[in-house]
């Protein structure tokens, strides 16, 4: 097996480079399918929040992690405290969108669902970097501007209230914990009408590539079951169901 490098896929006959593994994912695979397969490898704590879902209901998101931490502020005092970070308008906020690389997702958590995580302007620079989407473990505003553009946004949902004087980023490509989920720099963000769910890079070539050949079953087994075959049959003989 080829090893990884600087968060790259690890090659596999069914694809070379993340481009094609992407392709694959957003043509065959779904949040659901992928979840079965980690069930299946013991990896049962991958599904972030149900509260987070699509801002549209065909967005759909495939690629690898760009963590941010976010943390509460409490002072309307620019000059308060002793760390120099948080007087900062949005603490790294602008320096983790500015870093972010083609097919990368901006995943943000640690603040209190109060207030807006992510909008249009941010949504601009994403696109123009060539990231593939934004999931924030709390809301997004400028919904109109974000459906616009049609960029993959999964979020608790609709919501004004600015991050500004309330949050600050003070971290980002860090490891995240989101509600017992752990997400690491460069795992996988597969998002859908379904939820969002996270591959760790360690296991991806075996879950993508078992998702991959579970997919294609049910194609062949709804197929048998639409010419007359009962479910019973079907799940017998092909264990797919």
Request: proline share 7%; hydrophobic share 45%.
């Given at each position: 097996?080829?090893?990884?490098?600087n968060?790259?896929s690890?090659?596999?006959?069914?694809?070379?480079?993340?481009?094609e593994?992407?392709?694959?994912?957003?043509?065959e695979?779904y949040?659901?399918v992928?979840?079965?397969?980690?069930?299946?490898m013991?990896?049962q704590?991958?599904?972030l929040?149900?509260q987070?879902q699509?801002l549209?209901s065909d967005?759909?998101?495939?690629?690898?992690?760009m963590t941010?931490?976010?943390a509460?502020?409490f002072?309307?005092d620019?000059?308060a405290g002793q760390?120099p970070?948080?007087?900062?308008?949005?603490?790294?906020?602008?320096?983790?969108?500015?870093?972010?690389k083609?097919?990368?997702?901006?995943?943000?958590?640690g603040?209190?669902?109060?207030y807006?995580?992510?909008?249009?302007?941010?949504?601009?620079?994403?696109m123009?970097?060539g990231?593939a989407?934004?999931v924030?473990d709390?809301y997004?505003r400028?919904t109109?501007?974000?459906?616009?553009l049609n960029f993959?946004t999964f979020?608790y949902?609709?919501?004004?209230?600015?991050?500004?004087?309330?949050?600050k980023?003070?971290?980002?490509r860090?490891?995240?914990?989101?509600?017992?989920?752990?997400v690491?720099?460069?795992?996988i963000?597969l998002g859908?009408?379904d939820g969002?769910?996270?591959?760790?890079r360690e296991?991806?070539r075996?879950?993508?590539?078992?998702a991959i050949?579970?997919?294609r079953g049910?194609k062949?087994?709804?197929?048998?079951?639409l010419?007359g075959?009962?479910?019973?049959q079907?799940?017998?003989?092909?264990g797919?169901?």
């Open positions: 097996m080829n090893e990884q490098t968060g790259r690890v090659a596999s006959p069914l694809w070379k480079h993340d481009d593994l992407f392709s694959i994912v957003r043509n695979l949040t659901a992928v979840g079965d397969i980690m069930d299946k013991g990896l704590r991958q599904f929040p149900p987070i699509p549209q967005m759909f998101l495939v690629g690898r992690a941010v931490l976010e509460d502020v002072s309307e620019p000059s760390n970070l948080l007087k900062k308008p949005f603490g790294l906020m602008l320096e983790a969108l500015d870093d972010l083609k097919n990368e997702v901006y995943i943000c958590a603040a209190s669902p109060s807006a995580l992510w909008g249009e302007l941010m949504s601009t620079r994403a123009q970097l990231a989407g934004a924030v709390g997004s400028d109109k501007g974000i459906l616009q993959p979020s949902g609709r919501y004004a209230q600015d991050q500004a004087p309330r949050g980023v003070i971290d980002f860090v490891p995240l914990e989101i509600r017992g989920v752990r690491l720099p460069g795992d963000v859908d009408i969002v769910c996270i591959v760790p296991a991806e075996e879950v993508f590539s078992r050949e579970k997919a049910e062949m087994v709804q197929q048998k079951i010419e075959m009962s479910a019973g079907a799940f017998a003989k092909y797919i169901m």
